[in-house]
């Protein structure tokens, strides 16, 4: 029985390495304005950036 604990722990722990690793591929760094989610427009002002919605990644 503890041995069966035990595995499950381990089956957990890399279920939840593997959530990690795929949820951060899910997201990439937005290329229209280099994550900082907004851009600089040609008067100095700023603008929220339309493709990512200003959070600076977007979805693959
Ligand atoms: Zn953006």
Do not use: H, P, T
């Amino acid at each position: 029985m503890i041995r069966f604990l035990i595995i499950a722990v381990i089956i957990g722990a890399l279920l939840y390495v593997f959530k990690g690793f795929f949820f951060n591929s899910d997201y990439k760094k937005c290329g229209k304005c280099e994550g900082k989610g907004y851009w600089i427009a040609l008067r100095g002002e700023k603008n929220k950036c339309d493709a990512c919605q200003g959070s600076g990644k977007i979805l693959r």
